[in-house]
């Protein structure tokens, strides 16, 4: 049993995000929280703040206790109801923040669970010893062509001001360090292991720090289920995610007429843009009588590896994903891959577990599918396998969960050289 005084000794990170357990909707990043909470929350005291219901839902969840701490696992959490009743309890919590603590934001664009906490910062109402902020793919180029005015006019806007000057930022590849570099030319990308002691940070000389951990990937699926036999001539394809447009779905669609064989493709998860599901509606509509199109609806995270299991591959052309839990859970469950370059799950067809391939490389992508309707149960059965074993490999890497431990070991040493660099040390 842990005792109150050791559980008040652990440094304190306050985790702001938009939906978190029990939702499912929003995908990856309550992933990424739920298993950085699981490995490190015996290290640091975890203080979540989320919202009291699922993306896109009009309803909290039952029985879910609101503005007030509540103990659940290795973390507290704290529901928040919307309007102005959650705003206020929000900017309380913001406002008793103090030196000893590291706010994590989850979020670039995320209006009540990121920039109010960067505005309130800004005017000194919140004086956290670092704020951490992990965009979760907003500035991958694929995000950005959605909404593209509007982000970019902030994203200039907040440079001008110098909202994001002093913080820590989070990438989780390198290729999202680069992405947010894009945006933000004066911060200072490093390796995790590269900047922790605060004699080392004292030397730098930028607005920001772009810290890489890759996020910690869930464990593979203890519980297997039978995979399903794969027949010459067939395949059973499937999408899992969101059905909006940075996801991809119309894409994916797209690519599935002219092929050979029967093709059985089925599509799970919330239809949250009603105008893109249309438009997705009229290409199910207009497809051969080879290819049979079925959407499963909303599926609790639970019942995904099942339906990986069910299935020969994962097609998910998406424009962008930061990490893609999603990914590595469909390989977790022995269901190979083809997906878009814009993850960072790269090489896959070298490791014999997936194919990475460039948007707007339909052709490829065809060929991709063609090869996989001729394949046979051997076939098949040699790339679950592989698969497998290649997700286990990936979240049982120790050097993640360190790089992350390290992440959070480099906010809570950053403020002292940073006051120091005001004073003109």
Request: charged share 25%; hydrophobic share 40%; with cysteine.
């Amino acid at each position: 049993m842990v005792s109150v005084a050791a559980v008040v000794k652990r440094p304190t990170v306050v985790v702001l995000v938009g939906t978190y357990l029990p939702g499912y909707k929003a995908g990856g990043p309550i992933r990424s929280i739920e298993n950085l909470v699981t490995l490190l929350g015996g290290d640091l005291h975890f203080r979540i703040v989320t919202s009291d219901r699922d993306l896109g839902e009009r309803s909290p969840y039952a029985g879910v206790t609101t503005d007030r701490w509540i103990g659940v696992g290795k973390a507290d959490m704290m529901y928040l109801r919307p309007g102005l009743r959650g705003l206020q309890s929000l900017w309380i919590l913001l406002r008793s923040v103090d030196q000893e603590t590291v706010v994590y934001l989850n979020s670039f664009f995320a209006r009540r669970f990121s920039m109010l906490a960067v505005f309130m910062r800004w005017l000194k109402l919140c004086r956290p010893r670092c704020l951490v902020l992990a965009p979760r793919g907003e500035f991958s180029l694929g995000a950005l062509r959605f909404k593209r005015l509007r982000k970019l006019l902030y994203i200039r806007a907040s440079r001008w001001l110098g909202l994001y000057q002093d913080i820590l930022w989070h990438a989780s590849s390198h290729f999202e360090a680069e992405d947010i570099r894009r945006q933000f030319p004066l911060a200072t990308t490093i390796g995790v292991a590269g900047v922790i002691a605060t004699s080392e940070l004292g030397r730098l000389r930028r607005e920001s720090l772009v810290v890489t951990a890759s996020d910690i990937g869930g464990r593979a699926p203890v519980d297997a289920y039978e995979r399903t036999v794969k027949r010459p001539g067939q395949l059973r394809a499937v999408f899992v995610s969101r059905c909006s447009r940075i996801k991809n779905l119309s894409g994916a669609l797209r690519l599935l007429p002219g092929l050979s064989g029967d093709v059985f493709f089925d599509i799970y998860g919330p239809a949250e843009d009603a105008e893109y599901w249309d438009e997705c509606q009229e290409l199910i509509a207009r497809m051969p009588g080879n290819i049979h199109v079925r959407y499963g609806g909303e599926i609790e995270h639970d019942k995904v590896t099942r339906v990986f299991a069910e299935h020969h591959l994962f097609l998910f052309p998406t424009f962008g994903e930061n990490y893609g839990h999603v990914i590595c859970e469909a390989l977790a469950s022995g269901c190979p891959v083809l997906i878009s370059d814009q993850t960072p799950w790269r090489n896959l067809e070298a490791q014999g577990v997936g194919w990475d391939i460039p948007l707007g490389e339909d052709n490829r992508f065809r060929a991709v599918l063609q090869h996989c309707v001729n394949g046979d149960d051997e076939w098949f059965a040699a790339m679950s396998k592989r698969a497998k074993a290649y997700a286990e490999k990936q979240v049982c890497d120790p050097t993640i969960i360190e790089a992350n431990r390290r992440l959070f070991q480099c906010a809570f040493a950053w403020a002292a050289p940073l006051e120091r660099h005001r004073e003109g040390c």
